[in-house]
């Protein structure tokens, strides 16, 4: 009978064992395990960078980016359907109340700031535009131009509406499927402007790079004399007027690999990552130098 029970016992270790090894959660760490991460999809090669670098540094990490719409990563945090997501914004309080009241409370990480670029057909005449010839197309005031935004749910187009004060899209407003189609489109019609995350610009996939010299970014800004195009240095110091801060944002609940990413993308490395990739880190990585004495 005690070899019989003593059976049944290991039987019970070895199948309670294999469930065990089938759970991602259970072996799920800061730098180890499986996660599925949503990001706006403006903002996907900053995320591709820092993702590959984190994945190098830690092998047994495998983390999946998924690019979405901005509204459409909002609902389905809300909707419980995913836990990780890479916005260019905060949920509201009322969107993070109703979280709450489901026991998630969520963390949210900033880790550095992008902008929107204006881009026109590499032979187009124009160089510069104000924020208040935007805002005229955006309301209907001047048709005699093509705007174009990524997706009618995109984040690009909700912050300029925004801006604008507008509710509505005018006829003069085309809505693509993602920023490489907006990139493709304005590099084949000379009389569209298009608005793209920039950092889709900076660092260009071989596919895009030679779509990219196809088009140029123009200056923007409140006037003629002040505008400037969406360099490193304009982001950081705000003077570029369509910058928006860039967030992690968890609603895991649990220690596991959203926050090691999230501490990454924050950490040293990450920040400069950021920095090399040409957007503004939250933080500026230190530089060290060193003075050698030369005795001879």
Same mark, same amino acid.
């Given at each position: 009978?005690?070899?019989? =029970? =003593?059976?049944?016992?290991?039987?019970?270790?070895?199948?309670?064992?294999?469930?065990?090894?089938?759970?991602?959660?259970?072996?799920?760490?800061?730098?180890?395990?499986?996660?599925?991460?949503?990001?706006?999809?403006?903002?996907?090669?900053?995320?591709?960078?820092?993702?590959?670098?984190?994945?190098?540094?830690?092998?047994?990490?495998?983390?999946?980016?998924?690019?979405?719409?901005?509204? #459409?990563?909002?609902?389905?945090?809300?909707?419980?359907?995913?836990?990780?997501?890479?916005?260019?914004?905060?949920? @509201?309080?009322?969107?993070?109340?109703?979280?709450?009241?489901?026991?998630?409370?969520?963390?949210?990480? &900033?880790?550095?700031? #992008? =902008?929107?670029?204006?881009?026109?057909? =590499?032979?187009?005449?124009?160089?510069?535009?104000? @924020?208040?010839?935007?805002?005229?197309?955006?309301?209907?005031?001047?048709?005699?131009?093509?705007?174009?935004?990524?997706?009618?749910?995109?984040?690009?187009?909700?912050?300029?509406?925004?801006?604008?004060?507008?509710?509505?899209?005018?006829?003069?407003?085309?809505?693509?499927?993602?920023?490489?189609?907006?990139?493709?489109?304005?590099?084949?019609?000379?009389?569209?402007?298009?608005?793209?995350?920039?950092?889709?610009?900076?660092? &260009?996939?071989?596919?895009?790079?030679? @779509?990219?010299?196809?088009?140029?970014?123009?200056?923007?800004?409140?006037?003629?004399?002040?505008?400037?195009?969406?360099?490193?240095?304009?982001?950081?110091?705000?003077?570029?007027?369509?910058?928006?801060?860039?967030?992690?944002?968890?609603?895991?609940?649990?220690?596991?690999?959203?926050?090691?990413?999230?501490?990454?993308?924050?950490?040293?490395?990450?920040?400069?990552?950021?920095?090399?990739?040409?957007?503004? &880190?939250?933080?500026?990585?230190?530089?060290?130098?060193?003075?050698?004495?030369?005795?001879?």
């Amino acid at each position: 009978m005690k070899k019989i =029970a =003593a059976v049944f016992v290991l039987i019970i270790l070895v199948i309670f064992a294999c469930k065990k090894s089938e759970n991602t959660t259970v072996d799920e760490s800061y730098v180890k395990g499986k996660a599925t991460i949503y990001v706006d999809e403006s903002l996907l090669p900053i995320v591709e960078d820092q993702e590959m670098v984190f994945e190098s540094k830690y092998p047994k990490a495998a983390i999946t980016l998924i690019p979405n719409s901005d509204s #459409d990563i909002v609902n389905l945090l809300l909707q419980r359907k995913i836990d990780i997501a890479v916005l260019s914004h905060e949920l @509201t309080k009322t969107q993070e109340d109703k979280l709450k009241a489901n026991d998630v409370i969520g963390k949210n990480t &900033p880790f550095c700031s #992008d =902008a929107i670029a204006v881009i026109v057909n =590499a032979g187009n005449s124009k160089t510069t535009i104000t @924020t208040s010839e935007i805002y005229d197309v955006l309301n209907g005031k001047k048709t005699d131009v093509q705007f174009v935004f990524d997706n009618e749910n995109s984040s690009t187009l909700s912050y300029l509406m925004d801006k604008a004060n507008v509710k509505s899209l005018s006829k003069s407003v085309t809505a693509l499927k993602n920023n490489l189609e907006v990139i493709k489109f304005v590099s084949e019609n000379n009389n569209s402007i298009g608005f793209v995350g920039v950092n889709w610009l900076l660092n &260009p996939s071989i596919e895009l790079e030679s @779509t990219i010299k196809k088009v140029k970014v123009l200056a923007v800004g409140k006037s003629i004399q002040k505008a400037v195009k969406p360099t490193q240095s304009y982001i950081e110091t705000e003077e570029y007027p369509f910058i928006r801060k860039i967030y992690l944002i968890n609603y895991q609940g649990r220690t596991g690999l959203g926050m090691g990413f999230a501490s990454f993308v924050k950490s040293e490395v990450g920040q400069r990552i950021t920095l090399k990739s040409g957007l503004a &880190p939250i933080k500026i990585p230190t530089r060290e130098i060193r003075i050698i004495k030369n005795n001879k």
